[in-house]
């Protein structure tokens, strides 16, 4: 048996054509009465707007205040297309003309009107002349203040929200494009600020002592506005002829002020929009108004960058206009010259970050303005172009964004399909954020997350099948898109501009090339094109990838602290590679990967050595967990097997292990430098790295000797290591401070085991330090007893015999960083049982040996600091540097470590902690002395890094030091920053040391 067919109710079928509230509207739609129920050519202009419900519900309440709507509708469907389209998005609107229904006839007009015309009509509105050179409103006196606002401020509200409504009118149907309705809404913005500044007039006394221009800034000055935004402007004004200077700035501060204030202050009818003067000279700390000689000697003295960047928007928009444009004139020189400044670079570098920091926590990934592959992405971009080829090339000084960008596109500057997609992202991104601020004439630049919003905005754009996804999937295209060719935008021309391409479009001229890259941080960007001719020239498919990956490379070089050693480092790892086949595919496919190494590249020339001479170590890039720090029994394992390999030759088998070292080198400071470890876990990672190393040479020794030998290996012999190899401290500069130690076999002389044991310990330093790609470890003995001049190596009993007679204080200290670290572990603890009583002695040490210790150290201080270096930045001897914290621990070690187990350390962070565990060391020195000791071996380390040699000072040029600070983390212009932390923090500690050490 067939069902009963449905029977669709009113409210159903209104469901279905598009109302979100089916019953809700068949309510309204009868409360309109019978005429309205039947107009089915109403309805369907209902069912076109982008919210139904939104339009009806305006409508009702229209047709509630005026029932005469209802029949000038039917005369005129086109006002009521017009109207409902409206209504359909913009409630704030809609509440507008429900309040003033006589606005009606306005919006029948297609036509927009001029901005004299706008001018005028805004200046009646507030009781001005607008045929007097310097308007003043009529029904203003000087007694009007925030809180009782003059009654025509209220006026021009409503007439700027019905001109607001008549442009709404016609961008809802299509009569104006996007940049159409962006100048038409600044050209409105100047209007009111005319009528606003002829209010000001009437409350200031002496308003025509003076000249006043209003500058037009940001949107409002390129002309392209939005529907609600802060209206950005400076001031400039000039006393009239025999009015004194200071005087007439007064004058003209009051009016400024006054006109803020008009179009601020809350009325009956609400207020216009902020009027917003932060981007003047000094921001908000600088005076309101400048004489134009005051404006130009900040520019020319004291401007940063992004001033003059906001300058390319610059237009006079109200008051004298003739000075306004004498202004515009004058500062447009100094604009373009921007570029040209010594700090362009990194002022541009400081502006993209200062553009993503000010993302509001929780709003990125639907902001459209500010978020990843917004507006502000683009306007950045743009405006970057402008400032670098525009002093060249007159063409490219446009205020608007879009055709900017089309002047940039016929120039070459940009790549024309490139300019294509940003143009529409643009357009849909402005065309968003206009319907986001007109339902509620609200600034805001967030996507809602709301459906019903969401909705109303896809069917706002047209889109009708599916309102939502459509909406979202173009959205998130759009913005994907901005993003993808944000960075590109800048370098994919640069390729064009070199490789023997197609002549499809226009190219980047050389010194147009070399302009850009100059601005974006290269250094030597002749050198820097012939490098990128060398990598994409050509048919090849090498040539075909790389011409795919350098425009994003060239970007993160960019960001790099070096990015011509980054690009030149580059160009050395691909041609290495050659034609390997996983190469320029793993860089191509994983992004992670081609950003990791733009940043080591250009960052590090100890990491780029050590690529050049293993380029296929680049796999290992291509996660955090291939970068880390792998297990010393693992790489002792793998160097043993090394040496079984290679049993035949000591100096290939040495080879092959040192080769393990350097790759292992490698992968430390990646890690360190990608922020995966730190510097605690990086001196473990070396010091165990060479522990093993050592323990391979002397086993390839051993064996070596033995065959020459030719007998039985006569003695055990075991590796002390000493200094930062012992206290797992290394650095990537360190050698390794050790001593030998052998006990003679059973039955085997003392002599001939001591020489074969001598023997082991040269060859061991030899193979060590070999001529070799790979970096050498080199092994320092001078810390045995006697140093150079005392034997290489000892019997157990003859250290047992020298350290019960002749040690010194300065021993028993060295000692305390002893360790064992190759060879035979029971000789190695056997030592360490050996010097545990000198170094940890059961009562401390005496008072006369604490004042010989504070003496030496004294004299070291004064004697080893090399000439000419600087005390505050000499990392290992100046002041508050590794050395004085190293001393203060090893004193309390010495006098302390033999009632005090926990003190028995060879580390000096772990002393240190223990010290403030047990009371020996308050907890805020301990923070102190650890905070100066991290820092100084992060700076050591990081010379090595940047450039590939060791030093223990901070360097003295600017770049270097630049160099330095960034690969430390600090922003470009950080420099400074850096320097202040160190000195801080080292002369912090040496106040500690002077109290610690020398009087505790």
Known sequence: MNAAPRIQTTAGRLAALGFADGARAERLLDELGPEAVGDFALLDDLVRAADPDLALTTLSRLVERDPSVLGAFRADPDLRGRLLGVFGLSAALGEHVVRHPECLPWTRWTRWPAIGELREEMLLAVGADPDDAEPVAAGVTGGSTVTEPAPVLAALRVAYRTRLLHLATRDVTGECTLAEAAAALADLASAALEAALAVARAEVADAGDVRLAVIGMGKCGARELNYISDVDVVFVAEPKEGVDETKALQTATRLAQGMMRACSASTPEGALWEVDANLRPEGKMGPLVRS??????????WAKTWEFQALLK??????????????????????????ARPNFVEDVQSMRRRVEAHVPAGEADRQIKLGPGGLRDIEFAVQLLQLVHGRSDPLLRRRATLSALAALSRGG????????????????????EHMLQLHRLRRTHVVPADTADLRRLG?????TTDPVGEFTTTWRRHALEVRRLHEKLFYRPLLQAVARLPETEARLSPAAATARLQALGYADPEGALRHIAVLTSGVSRRAAIQRTLLPVMLAWFADAPDPDAGLLGFRQ????????????????????VAERLAHLLGTSRYVTGLLLHAPEAVAMLGSPAELAVRPAGTLAGEAAAAVARHAESAENAVAAVRAL??????RTACADLSGLIDIEEVGQALSSLNDVTIQAALDTAINKVTLERRTTFPTRIAVIAMGRLGGLESSYASDADVMFVHAPLPGMAERDATAAAHAVAEETRRLLALPAPDPPLQIDTSLRPEGRQGPLVRTIASYRAYYDRWASHWEAQALLRARFCAGDAELGREFVTLVDPLRYPAGGISADAVREIRKLKARMEAERLPRGADPALHTKLGRGGLSDVEWVAQLIQLRHA?????????????TLRAAAGEGLLDPADERVLAEAWLFASRIRDALMLVRGRAADSIPTPVKERMLLARALGYPPEGTEDFIEDYRRATRRARTVVERVFYEG
């Open 292 to 301: 134009m000689e005051s404006h130009l000697t900040y520019y020319r003295r």
């Open 573 to 592: 790892v691909s041609e290495k590679l050659g034609t390997t086949p996983w190469y320029l595919r793993l860089l191509r496919d994983e992004t992670a």
């Open 459 to 463: 069917r706002g754009l047209g889109m």
């Open 413 to 432: 500057y940009v790549g024309r399909d490139d300019a294509k997609s940003l143009a529409e992202a643009y357009t849909f991104l402005r065309q968003v």
């Open 661 to 666: 070292r350097r790759r292992e080198l490698l």
């Open 898 to 910: 033999g009632a005090v187990p926990a003190l028995r350390t060879t580390r000096t962070l772990d």
């Open 314 to 339: 610059a237009r006079p928009v109200a008051g004298d206009l003739e000075l306004g444009q004498q202004y515009v004139a004058a500062v447009n020189e100094l604009v373009w010259q921007a570029a």
